[in-house]
């Protein structure tokens, strides 16, 4: 509760003008650089995601990192991001608002469920196990948080003791093109980036 209560403190004005999934139309208002019809692809340039793994699996691959396009390009993709591993919100009803969904995601065409987090791929592999998610959600790191800062989803939750992190979010996102944007007024709330809410949106 208290740090929910942080979260809320520390949110500024700017959060009020953020998407609630509406489609595309006149009254729609774009947040930050990402928005519908944004390449997400072109937004974020020259960044990589690092795909959830053991270490000894990272050193095995030298480290490697996954380039945006191949994770979107050619594919439906339904791609949620929150603020950390092992937080309050994000394991007890983020994550598993898209695990005890991935079935319908299938049936609706989505090619792969990706959760993103201002996180190392290591403390996200192990997180994936403890919530028994690993094998129905693809999970990525995005250790420095550049691709975040690249869509302008970024959020300083020091007071928090997260330091700098992420928005709560969700999108749908077609060769590479975002369908579809959620954006939580604040990272502790839990209203508009669930998988039950995305799932009606596509």
């Known amino acids: 509760m208290m740090a929910s209560a942080i979260l ?52 095995s691959s030298k480290f490697s990192t996954t380039p945006l396009k ?29 695990k005890n969904n991935i079935n319908k995601f299938k049936a609706k065409g989505i090619d792969s469920v990706i959760c993103v987090a201002v996180n190392d791929p290591y403390v996200l592999n192990g997180w994936a196990e403890k919530l028994q998610a690993i094998d129905a ?33 969700s999108a749908f996102v077609e060769d590479g093109k975002v369908k579809v944007l959620n954006v939580e007024e604040v990272p502790s709330d839990f209203k508009v980036s669930g998988g039950e809410h995305i799932l009606g949106q596509i």
């Not at 208002?29 to 974020?44: H, N």
């Not at 999970?139 to 975040?148: K, L």
Request: some cysteine; glycine content about 10%; proline content about 5%.
């Open 8 to 59: 809320k403190r520390t949110t500024s004005s700017a959060f009020k003008s953020v998407i609630h999934g509406l489609p595309m139309g006149p009254s729609l208002r774009a947040y930050a650089s990402l928005a519908i019809g944004i390449d997400i692809v072109a937004a974020a340039p020259g960044v990589s995601l690092q795909k959830s793994r053991s270490w000894d699996q990272g050193v």
């Open 70 to 98: 191949d994770i979107f390009k050619g594919k439906k993709v339904v791609i949620f991001g929150l603020p950390g591993a092992y937080t309050g919100v994000c394991s007890q009803q983020h994550v598993p608002s898209y």
């Open 137 to 169: 959600i693809e999970f990525y790191g995005d250790f420095d948080g550049s691709f975040h800062k690249s869509l302008e989803l970024d959020k300083d939750l020091s007071a928090a003791l997260l330091g700098p992190r992420s928005q709560r979010w």
